[in-house]
């Protein structure tokens, strides 16, 4: 992953060959992230959920039913509202019964299992107050503001990444979007994928993440009135900035043997700029793009 900035503007091509594979749990300190892939051998995963936890879905299938070892107690229609769910809250299990009575996702329809993204946090996870939102259209994108919100997570389903762009006036810190959720953000084994390295760099960025679950963390900002009012998907100015990063990576290094996304990148791509060529090379098990 890269992040350019004072350079013209860039065109970057991604040529990249693709392999499907069969599980995407990602398994981070206080959360984990299923996809549909992880229960189609059996149509059921169970999911990290000790401390209690939070469960936020991009889906809304009454056949999604969530069960506690004895009995489906829930269902992904209780998130509600489509584009922003309200979260199942999901007790501690008692110690005597975690070890044969874990929660279980479970399938329970008759046909091909629903495309979805599930992000189950832990209750104990610093910033449970972040606010989870959700993709399904293909032409949606987010225009982060910081007189809006402080930080946000958002969940998608599809393989085609998410477009955001930054507004606002940042005082001691810059945006920041990492590829995971809200619970990994201080964690000092998982970085951003993205960073901001000035105002006029966030302000002339769009940033193009693929990955199922991202989290814009917008910095420390000052609540003022002082702010730009327009839109940064016009014409870049020479201080932009781009990302580059092969489907699946997550930023975290202790993730070594999984992958968020149904893709692994097999090949070598490039990107170009005015400037310069940079050559990537994928890492051979799916994990982030080595550069030269």
């Known amino acids: 992953l890269l992040d350019f900035a004072n350079m013209f503007t860039t065109i970057a091509f991604l040529a990249a060959t693709s392999l499907t594979v069969s599980h995407c749990r990602i398994t981070f300190t206080h959360s984990e992230v299923l996809r549909e892939g992880d229960l189609y051998a059996t149509n059921s995963a169970k999911f990290k959920c000790d401390n ?14 969530i ?21 199942i809250s999901l007790p501690v299990r008692p110690i005597h019964l975690l070890a044969n009575n874990e929660y279980r ?22 910033y449970l107050e972040t606010f989870v939102m959700t993709v399904h259209n ?29 507004a606002g006036h940042f005082e001691d810190g810059y945006p920041q979007v990492y590829a995971s959720g809200y619970d990994t953000i201080d964690e000092t084994d998982c970085k951003p994928v993205y960073r901001a390295r000035s105002q006029e760099g966030a302000l ?8 199922p679950i991202l989290t814009v963390d917008l910095g420390p900002t000052k609540n003022t009135e002082k702010r730009t ?20 990576y997550t930023g975290c290094s202790y993730i070594t043997d999984q992958t968020s996304s149904f893709n692994r ?14 050559f990537f090379s994928s890492h051979p098990t799916g994990g982030p793009a080595h550069y030269s």
């Open 204 to 211: 002339n960025s769009i940033i193009s993440i693929p990955s």
């Open 105 to 126: 996702l479970v399938f329970r329809g008759t046909g091909a299992l629903p495309p979805f993204v599930m992000y189950a946090v832990e209750k104990t996870s610093p």
């Open 265 to 278: 990148v097999l090949g070598t791509f490039s990107a170009e700029s005015r400037l310069r060529s940079i």
């Open 138 to 166: 293909d032409d949606d994108a987010f225009l982060a503001n910081s007189a809006l919100v402080k930080r946000f997570t958002v969940l998608r389903s599809a393989e085609s990444p998410i477009d955001i762009t930054f």
């Open 67 to 87: 069960n506690d070892g004895k009995s489906d107690i829930s269902n992904f229609t209780a998130m509600q509202f489509p584009d922003r769910p309200d979260p």
């Open 52 to 65: 209690g936890c939070l469960v936020y879905s991009d889906s809304r299938s009454m056949d999604m039913r």
């Open 229 to 248: 009012k327009r839109n940064s998907f016009g014409n870049k100015s020479p201080e932009s900035s781009v990302v580059y990063m092969s489907p699946g």
